[in-house]
């Protein structure tokens, strides 16, 4: 278990809907970074958020937003979705604000129909 | 569990045999890389580091090999057992600007054979 956590575990919707997907970091983290994963394209960086401020920009595309809480946990938000969408997203969590050492949740995994 | 990148190269070996994963990374400019193991339905687990003032280090049963003459990396894993069949990912990054994710290669999928 490496302390960062994620809902929801599954998620299933429709193409042109939205969803928000949670992350917890661990204890202690300040850094929270988000990935899409899907078949074909392996693990691709959306988007980094330290101590609340985003730090950096990956492939995110302008439907997808995040934010970073007061209390550190995240949220990404995924409108008008497409089936291209379906895939799994996973959270990451550092201490600091560089790329280093990243501890990952359990993924949420999000299919578009 | 999830099945991830059904098109990655695979390696199989025998269980007590020692496996070498290769990952040749993009960026010169890159000063630190990490691997990380990926087991069916799990997020990602770092596995051990290596900084660009170091060509070699080792942790428990693996070992990491960094040839930046031409942007190499290697896993070794000794005495390898089932439980590490996994898909595994090499990640590289520029610590120094402290501005820079990490970039992930598409990873390799090694499989135990019992």
């Known amino acids: 278990d490496s302390g960062v956590t994620q809902t929801p575990k599954h998620l299933i919707t429709a193409t042109g809907q939205r969803v928000t997907l949670r992350c917890s970091p661990r204890s202690g983290d300040l850094s929270v970074y988000w990935y899409q994963q899907s078949l074909d394209q392996g693990l691709q960086f959306l988007i980094q958020y330290y101590n609340g401020e985003e730090r950096a920009k990956g492939n995110i595309l302008e439907r997808f937003s995040a934010q970073q809480f007061p209390d550190l946990h995240s949220e990404l938000n995924l409108s008008s979705l497409e089936l291209g969408d379906s895939a799994l997203y996973f959270c990451?969590?550092?201490?600091?604000?560089?790329?280093?050492?990243?501890?990952f949740g359990p993924g949420t995994r999000l299919t578009v129909t | 569990g999830e099945s991830v990148g059904l098109h990655l190269p695979t390696l199989s070996v025998q269980e007590g045999d020692n496996s070498i994963i290769n990952c040749a990374y993009s960026?010169?400019?890159?000063?630190?890389f990490i691997w990380y193991k990926q087991e069916s339905g799990k997020g990602p687990q770092f596995i051990i580091d290596?900084?660009?003032?170091?060509d070699k280090r080792q942790g428990q049963r693996v070992t990491v090999l960094l040839n930046k003459t031409v942007k190499h990396l290697s896993l070794q894993i000794a005495a390898t057992q089932p439980g590490d069949s996994a898909v595994y990912f090499c990640a590289e990054n520029i610590e120094a600007t402290g501005n820079t994710p990490l970039v992930f290669g598409k990873g390799t999928r090694l499989s135990v054979i019992a």
């Open positions: 290596i900084r660009s003032n170091m």
């Open positions: 960026n010169s400019a890159s000063d630190y």
């Open positions: 990451a969590s550092s201490v600091g604000p560089t790329g280093g050492e990243q501890y």
